[in-house]
């Protein structure tokens, strides 16, 4: 079994819609949670950064954490065509520049106009 | 800010020739960076921390000595590739990180390497 289990798509919706992406995990020593974006062959790019459960937004994204349920979620809010890319999680025991990330499949989200 | 370079973008190479990989931190020092190796499809895979000055640390099954790091500088750390053959081919992407910067890990966009 993966440590992070992400649900490969490719998830399909028409523009405007809200795109919904998640995350489960099995190891409760995570503690800091990441969503990146990555178009193809290009690098991640951070998108939110979380690491206490709740919600937490910005512009049209908005990222959730249950560590109780261990599982984590980003929302799109007005979503785009240029959102369509891959959604990677991402998840880390400890906060410091070394830390290891530990990674989901990826989602595939294409956004249709 | 927070840019990291890779060079080159992509490289064509021959069976049992070595490729180097160069991985920068434009404008921040990196304490630490790290190489990941992507297949089609698939997620990151971690190959190896290194941190400036000392000796990479490798994930298991990853050997290192066809994969070697050096991290010389806090911006700068090469990913060679020794007796480089066809299932090394794969899309290689570093990532560069630091206290000073919330400890968040920025990446570099990726190098394609083919091997003939």
């Known amino acids: 079994q993966k440590e992070v289990e992400q649900d490969p798509g490719p998830l399909s919706v028409p523009e405007g819609a809200i795109v919904s992406l998640n995350c489960t995990y099995s190891n409760s020593a995570f503690q800091y949670f990441m969503w990146y974006r990555q178009y193809s062959r290009k690098g991640p790019e951070l998108l939110m950064y979380?690491?206490?459960?709740g919600n937490k937004e910005d512009g049209r994204f908005t990222a959730q954490v249950d560590k109780s349920s261990k599982y984590i979620s980003l929302f799109i809010r007005d979503s785009q065509p240029s959102d369509s890319a891959t959604y990677l999680c991402?998840?880390?025991?400890?906060?410091?520049?070394?830390?290891?990330?530990?990674f989901g499949g990826g989602t595939r989200v294409l956004v249709k106009p | 800010g927070a840019v990291v370079s890779q060079h080159p973008s992509w490289v064509i190479c021959k069976s049992g020739t070595s490729v180097k990989i160069e991985c920068r931190s434009l404008d921040f020092q990196a304490t630490t960076m790290f190489w990941y190796r992507q297949f089609p499809k698939q997620s990151l895979m971690l190959m190896a921390t290194s941190n400036e000055g000392s000796k990479a640390t490798y994930e298991q099954g990853v050997e290192k000595d066809k994969f070697l790091i050096n991290h010389a500088s806090l911006t700068l750390s090469t990913l060679t590739v020794t007796s480089a053959h066809p299932e090394d081919s794969s899309f290689y992407i570093c990532?560069?990180?630091?206290?000073?910067?919330?400890?968040?890990?920025?990446f570099g966009p990726g190098t394609r390497l083919t091997v003939l």
């Open positions: 979380t690491y206490s459960s």
């Open positions: 990532s560069a990180a630091t206290s000073g910067r919330n400890n968040e890990q920025f």
């Open positions: 991402a998840m880390s025991r400890i906060k410091a520049a070394g830390n290891k990330l530990t």
